[in-house]
C-alpha cells in the first residue's frame, strides 16, 4: 500500500495527529521544500480509508467542509509496523558510520574523536571522554 516517499511521508504526519489534505500538503512542502499535488495525498487518503486505515471528521469551514483525517486502530498498527521497518533499514544503513566510545559506550554517528592510545587507535564521543580513558588506563598520561 505504500510504496513511495510521499505515502510515507504522509502517513508520518497523520501520526503526528488528524489532518485535512491541505495542511498534510502545506506540512510536506515546509520540511521538505517540496509540495505534494493534491492527486497524490487525496487518492492516497482515500485507499486508506477504503482500507479502513483511516477515518476522517467534516470540519466547517464557513461555507466549505474539510475532511480531517486520523488513524484508525489498524492503521496505526501498519503504521507502527512500517516505522519500525523503517527504523530497522536506516539503523542498518548508518551502521557502518556508527562507532561506539571506547570510554563511556554510548554510540556517536560519523565525527568520532579518534586518538591513538597506548599504541591503539581508538574512537571516542569527545575529547573528555579521551581524556578521561586515558587517565584510568596509562595512568594519568
Request: net charge positive.
Given at each position: 500500500?505504500?510504496?513511495d516517499f510521499s505515502k510515507f511521508y504522509v502517513m508520518l504526519l497523520l501520526s503526528e495527529g488528524p489532518k485535512h489534505g491541505y495542511e498534510i500538503m502545506s506540512?510536506?512542502?515546509?520540511?521538505?521544500?517540496?509540495?505534494?499535488?493534491?492527486?497524490?495525498?487525496?487518492?492516497?487518503?482515500?485507499?486508506?480509508?477504503?482500507?479502513?486505515?483511516?477515518?476522517?471528521?467534516?470540519?466547517?469551514?464557513?461555507?466549505?467542509?474539510?475532511?480531517?483525517?486520523?488513524?484508525?486502530?489498524?492503521?496505526?498498527?501498519?503504521?507502527?509496523?512500517?516505522?519500525?521497518?523503517?527504523?530497522?533499514?536506516?539503523?542498518?544503513?548508518?551502521?557502518?558510520?556508527?562507532?561506539?566510545?571506547?570510554?563511556?559506550?554510548?554510540?556517536?554517528?560519523?565525527?568520532?574523536?579518534?586518538?591513538?592510545?597506548?599504541?591503539?587507535?581508538?574512537?571516542?564521543?569527545?575529547?573528555?571522554?579521551?581524556?578521561?580513558?586515558?587517565?584510568?588506563?596509562?595512568?594519568?598520561?
Open positions: 500500500m505504500v510504496n506540512q510536506m512542502e515546509g520540511r521538505l521544500g517540496r509540495r505534494a499535488s493534491p492527486g497524490q495525498v487525496y487518492p492516497f487518503l482515500s485507499a486508506l480509508r477504503s482500507e479502513g486505515m483511516v477515518a476522517f471528521v467534516e470540519e466547517g469551514t464557513g461555507r466549505k467542509k474539510r475532511k480531517v483525517y486520523s488513524f484508525t486502530a489498524e492503521g496505526r498498527r501498519l503504521c507502527d509496523r512500517l516505522f519500525a521497518q523503517f527504523t530497522a533499514l536506516v539503523s542498518s544503513a548508518i551502521r557502518p558510520s556508527i562507532r561506539v566510545c571506547s570510554h563511556c559506550g554510548c554510540s556517536v554517528f560519523r565525527d568520532a574523536h579518534v586518538e591513538e592510545v597506548g599504541g591503539r587507535r581508538l574512537s571516542f564521543c569527545c575529547r573528555y571522554c579521551a581524556a578521561s580513558y586515558r587517565k584510568s588506563t596509562v595512568g594519568g598520561g
